[in-house]
Structure formats: structure tokens, C-alpha cells
């Protein structure tokens, strides 16, 4: 006897014969797991390996129909989770640990998925962790993603609720996206209209990208950010933007130097004494800068005013920085006005720039004495600042320097001779190792001088209008003081790396796997690509992110408000809020006393049926109500039976419909009319 092989069912149609239950349970753990992944990064490993383990672990019990795990086993592996969250942030409380609990949990309590009450609870952790994700970004990649995890969730969530026969897969999506956009315009009202009270109102954002701006400079950390192609800000110009070489963001100015580290002085807190005197027009300009975390806003070299910023108070330091009142946790939008030719500081030698001519005892006692040699050159007799400082930028241009992300360590045996080592050794750095000896070098000289670091230049073309400034364009650059004018800067940069400074061309690390294939293949795709994804990023953080109180304020101006506050935007959504309820209870009455189109059906049909002397009670199918059909009329109720067949096979049969049909309605009550008229004529 010859044994045949059963043919081997492909994977959709082994998905198509999975039992109902098998089918949806699988269908939510991919939608978990679809939930779970953009938080891999803010995992620890092991969390991410248990919620694999575990999200897989479930997936072959529901594939092979095996018993779910006991209570026990349950329980270890929790009290598990918890300790190593404890070992891993040495607390369980905060974000970071609250995110991996939660994790765990849900994974966990896949494993309880015995009734629909563990699967709602499932359902409801699944919206808690769409949540969590925008305490650790709120870009639109993320966005997109859960909005992809609501939907899948929402359609386990109408399976659930249609605990009879074998809904599709598909039906369910549908319902569930139609649910979803009925609700999508009380969203948007929402996001319009509700107060933003701030810092009331609001997520964490310590998980937004932030700039590359710091308070403290040692060798080697500004190199480390242009590194990074991520944007610190954009800007815009309201008019003619000005050159590239002008593009100056000052961030923090840094006057006190240990030897090894560069710290902000006394001034950098200091008010402004009003030593800006601009002499150029000013350019206006907007600015939509990532959170600093600082007490700082990044402005462009010099800006006299700023217009007012919600939730935050700027001022003008004395130099020439723009602090806050508080730390900028928000990605924050304002527009100032700058000057590009400008004098800025004390005019005479004041006790103010005491501080900046200050060098630590002990280091880098080569580099002082080439500073000594060149002041005690003949030639630089009776040089002043911007002659001597004109000297070094020559040295730099002259004596080999090279400008390179990698220059290696400098000091590694000993901090005090790191800028011995770049000066007159090795000769390669970035930008702060020339502002550095820059700095050093003209306060060897008794010239007041310190390091300003910010960002210089932006991508040349804008995006929408808006020039985007990235960490990439982190740079440090040197101010000395000369009488009678104040402070100048002096970029040292700019003698060894020209194309830096005018061109913003920066040094570009090498392109990762992908980045590196698009490129062989076009090199202009991967451009565009950017471009595009970067036009579309703008686009959210100016609609969506930057939705401010300003602009909702602005948004009732337009709807007839003459100066609005937060209370009548209050006002205005209680009483949409109000209308729209009133709106649906009145629906709601109105719609009180509508059936399902199966049962009206039903009823309508009975009616018909009793026409002809049959009592059709509600519970009989209409397999039962032509039986008696048959019995009462014999052949003449032959066409009336056959159209209850129909109907039994319309509503139960292999390929039932999903609607009633009201053709087979008027097909019915024809034929129950011409047997009435048969019937009254038959022979008794």
C-alpha cells in the first residue's frame, strides 16, 4: 500500500487554518512587538532578551495549543525583572525603569491570556507604552510608528469584541481605522484648543535631541559633536541672509582655563552693560533651536533684541551670550534681530578682563616661552593686539598646521604639556585646540582673550526657507581686546581651514553601510532623501512640536478674539465640547429605536408570514418556517419555501452576506402575495 504525503500548506494558507484563537493571539503579539522595538535603545539588554524570550515563548504555546505557564513561574520571572531593573538603574522609580517594567509586564501578561479580561488588560498596557515612547522622542518617525501600534492594537481590540465565528483580519482593520477617524477630529480640536499652561502641561524632554552646547571645553569634545549629523536648530532670515563667513551662534563664552579644562567666567552670568555698539542695519531672523540644556539660547553674533519667548525670559549677558531665567529643556522658537559689523565690550583696559588674561601656573611652559619669543622679537617691539594677534594667525597659516577630526590625544602622560604637544609637536587639531592656543598664546602676551564656543555656518541651501545648523557645525573660535575697540574675534580656524569657515564644508566622518551603498549608486539620491525627510521633519516640528500658547492665542485672534487668554480658549473648548456631546445625545435619541438590518429583516419577514396563517416566532430559522410552509400549502407554498432557503443560505451559508437583501424582501412578499391569491382560489 502506497502512503502519499499530505501537501504542505504555504504560510498563508497555514495562517488562513490557524484556529481563531491561535490566529488572534499571534496577531497581538506582533502588534506588541511592533510596539516594544523603538524602545530597544532605552532598554537594557537583558529586558530586551526576556521580552523576546517571553514574546516568543507565547507565540509556539499558541502555535502548538500548549498550557499556559503556571502562576509560579510567573511570578519568579517578575521578582527576576525587578531585580535586575533595580541592579540596572539602582532604583525603580523614574522614567527609565518605569519604561522597563512596563515592558516586562506586558510581555508577561501575554503568558495569562486565558479570557478577554486579560486581553484588555493587555490591550490597555499596549496604549500605556505607545505613551512612553514620546518621553524619549516626539519626532515624526516615532509618531508614525505608534500611530501604526494604536491602529494594530485598536483592531485586537474590536477581535476581542466579536467573540463569534471567524472575523477577518482585514474587516477588523477596517472597523477599527473608521472608529479611529470618527474620533480624529475631537483629536484635532484637542491639540488646537486645549491650554497650554506650561511647564503644567508637558512630557519630560530630556529625551529630544539636544544641541552640542556646553559650558566647559576641553580638548577633544567639539571634535566628538561634529561627529554628529543630527540638527542643533534652524534659522530663518527675514530678508537677504547674510554671508556664510558671518554666520557666528554664539553659545557659551569661556574665560576661566585650569590647564586642562575651559569653564565660563564671571561675566558669562553677568547682565549687559550695553558695550554693543552695531554698526550695520539690523537683520532679522528666526530661530528654532533643540533644547540646550543650559541657561542659554544659541543667537546669531550680535543680537541686540529678542522678541518675547513663552514660558522663558532671555537676556543679554555681558558677553554677548543670550541667557534664560531657567534651563532649556524645550526645543524652543523665537525671532531676534542681529547685527553683522558690530563693537562689542569696554573700550578702555577695565578690572572686568582681569579674568582673561589669567593662565595656570605649571602648563605648557613650551608654548608660553614661544609666546615670549615672539613678543620679544624685534618686530613686534611695539606691536599691538591686533598686530600680535596677526603674527600668531601667520604662524598658523605657515608652520604646517593641519585641520582633521582626528588629531589623537594630547597629554595622554602628562595634562600639563597637552598644548605643548599640539603647538609645536604634532600640529594637528580642531577647532578648539587653535582657539585654545590661540587664547593661551595672547594672554601670554598680556593681551585679554577668551574662548567662544557656538556654531558657525549652516547647510548652504536652505529647506522651506530655513537654513539648518547641525552639531557638525559646533565650533570654537577666540576673542582678544583691543583698546579702543573692545573685543574682535579671531577665528584660528579659518587660517588653517578656509573652506570650513566661508563654505561651511565641513569634515565629513565616513558614511555608514547604507548611507555608503546609496551613494555608489547615485550619488545625488541620498541627498535628496535627506532633503526630503529633512523638509518633512521641519514641517512637524514647526506645525505640530512648536504649536505654542502664542499661536493658539493667534488662532483666536483670527476666530474674532480681540485679546484672548488661556481662559477663553478654555471657554471656547468647553463649549465645542459642550455642542458636539449635546450633538451626539441628541443623535444618540434620535437613533434610539434602530435595529440590527438582520433583525429588522427577521421582523419584516414574520410579518409577511403571518399574512398567510403561520405564527413565525422569532427563535425558528427560516429553514423551520418553509418547513411549515410546506406542511400548510403543500406545492403552492413551493416558492415561498424556496425563498426561505434563500435566505437561510444568505445568511449561513459558505459565502454569507454581510448586509440583508432587500431584493430578496420584495421577492418574498411577491411570492407569499401570489400564493395568498392561489390559495383563495385552490378547490376546498
Request: hydrophobic share 45%; glycine share 6%.
Amino acid at each position: 500500500m502506497e502512503l502519499t504525503t499530505p501537501p504542505r500548506l504555504g504560510l498563508a494558507a497555514r495562517w488562513r487554518h490557524l484556529p481563531r484563537e491561535a490566529r488572534d493571539t499571534l496577531f497581538l503579539l506582533a502588534v506588541i512587538g511592533w510596539t516594544v522595538l523603538p524602545h530597544v535603545n532605552h532598554l537594557p539588554l537583558w529586558c530586551t532578551a526576556l521580552t523576546a524570550v517571553v514574546l516568543l515563548w507565547r507565540t509556539r504555546l499558541a502555535l502548538t495549543n500548549a498550557p499556559l505557564p503556571s502562576r509560579w513561574v510567573l511570578i519568579a520571572v517578575l521578582a527576576l525583572a525587578a531585580g535586575l531593573t533595580l541592579w540596572s538603574y539602582r532604583t525603580i522609580f523614574g522614567k527609565e525603569p518605569g519604561v522597563t517594567l512596563a515592558v516586562v509586564l506586558m510581555a508577561l501578561k501575554t503568558l495569562e491570556l486565558r479570557a478577554r479580561r486579560d486581553a484588555f488588560v493587555v490591550f490597555f498596557l499596549g496604549f500605556f507604552l505607545v505613551l512612553t515612547h514620546f518621553l524619549f522622542s516626539q519626532s515624526l518617525l516615532v509618531a508614525a510608528a505608534m500611530l501604526g501600534s494604536v491602529w494594530g492594537l485598536l483592531t485586537a481590540l474590536v477581535l476581542a469584541h466579536m467573540p463569534v465565528g471567524q472575523p477577518s483580519l482585514s474587516s477588523a482593520s477596517r472597523l477599527a481605522l473608521r472608529t479611529a477617524l470618527l474620533g480624529a477630529p475631537v483629536m484635532v480640536l484637542l491639540f488646537l484648543l486645549f491650554p497650554r499652561m506650561g511647564p503644567l502641561w508637558g512630557v519630560p524632554q530630556d529625551g529630544l535631541v539636544k544641541t552640542g552646547l556646553s559650558n566647559t571645553m576641553r580638548m577633544g569634545t567639539v571634535a566628538e559633536i561634529a561627529l554628529d549629523d543630527s540638527i542643533a536648530m534652524r534659522v530663518r532670515f527675514f530678508g537677504n541672509p547674510p554671508a556664510p563667513e558671518t554666520l557666528y551662534f554664539r553659545g557659551p563664552v569661556l574665560s576661566n582655563f585650569d590647564g586642562r579644562t575651559w569653564t565660563t567666567g564671571i561675566a558669562s552670568s553677568a547682565p549687559a552693560r550695553d558695550e554693543l555698539r552695531a554698526t550695520s542695519p539690523g537683520l532679522d531672523y528666526e530661530i528654532t533651536a533643540e533644547p540646550t540644556r543650559l541657561f542659554l539660547i544659541p543667537t546669531l553674533e550680535a543680537t541686540s533684541a529678542i522678541e518675547p519667548i513663552d514660558g522663558l525670559t532671555a537676556r543679554r549677558r555681558d558677553t554677548l551670550s543670550w541667557g534664560t531665567d531657567r534651563l532649556v529643556f524645550n526645543r524652543v522658537r523665537f525671532k531676534a534681530t542681529a547685527h553683522t559689523r558690530f563693537e562689542h565690550g569696554p573700550q578702555q583696559r577695565s578690572p572686568s578682563l582681569r579674568e582673561n588674561v589669567l593662565l595656570p601656573n605649571g602648563y605648557n611652559p613650551r608654548t608660553l616661552a614661544w609666546a615670549r619669543e615672539l613678543g620679544d622679537h624685534p618686530r613686534m617691539a611695539n606691536a599691538d593686539a591686533p598686530a600680535l594677534a596677526q603674527a600668531v594667525m601667520q604662524h598658523i597659516r605657515t608652520a604646517g598646521f593641519t585641520y582633521t577630526l582626528a588629531p589623537g590625544v594630547y597629554g595622554e602622560t602628562d595634562e600639563r604639556v597637552a598644548l605643548d604637544e599640539f603647538w609645536l609637536d604634532r600640529k594637528e587639531g580642531f577647532c578648539e585646540h587653535f582657539a585654545a592656543a590661540f587664547v593661551v598664546i595672547m594672554r601670554a602676551l598680556d593681551v585679554p582673550a577668551r574662548v567662544v564656543t557656538g556654531f558657525q555656518g549652516a547647510d548652504p541651501m536652505p529647506i522651506d526657507g530655513y537654513y539648518i545648523v547641525r552639531q557638525s557645525h559646533a565650533h570654537a573660535w577666540a576673542e582678544y581686546w583691543v583698546e579702543g575697540r573692545g573685543w574682535v574675534r579671531a577665528d584660528p580656524t579659518a587660517a588653517v581651514a578656509p573652506d570650513r569657515i566661508v563654505r561651511s564644508r565641513n569634515l565629513v566622518p565616513a558614511p555608514g553601510f547604507v548611507a555608503g551603498a546609496i551613494s555608489n549608486v547615485n550619488p545625488e539620491l541620498l541627498a535628496q532623501l535627506r532633503q526630503t525627510w529633512e523638509t518633512l521633519n521641519n514641517r512637524w516640528n514647526q506645525w505640530v512640536l512648536n504649536y505654542s500658547r502664542g499661536q493658539q492665542l493667534d488662532l483666536m485672534k483670527q476666530l474674532g478674539f480681540d485679546s484672548p487668554s488661556w481662559q477663553d480658549v478654555a471657554l471656547l473648548l468647553i463649549g465645542i465640547l459642550s455642542g458636539l456631546a449635546l450633538l451626539g445625545a441628541s443623535w444618540a435619541w434620535w437613533d434610539r429605536h434602530r435595529q440590527d438590518p438582520w433583525a429588522r429583516q427577521a421582523m419584516q419577514m414574520r410579518r409577511s408570514l403571518r399574512l398567510l396563517g403561520l405564527a413565525a416566532l422569532p427563535h425558528e430559522a427560516p429553514r423551520t418556517l418553509a418547513a411549515q410552509v410546506h406542511q400548510q400549502y403543500g406545492e403552492l407554498g413551493a416558492a415561498v419555501a424556496g425563498q426561505l432557503m434563500a435566505l437561510e443560505r444568505q445568511r449561513y451559508g459558505h459565502a454569507p452576506l454581510t448586509r440583508p437583501s432587500a431584493q430578496w424582501l420584495r421577492a418574498l412578499r411577491g411570492e407569499v402575495r401570489a400564493l395568498r391569491r392561489s390559495a383563495q382560489h385552490a378547490p376546498r
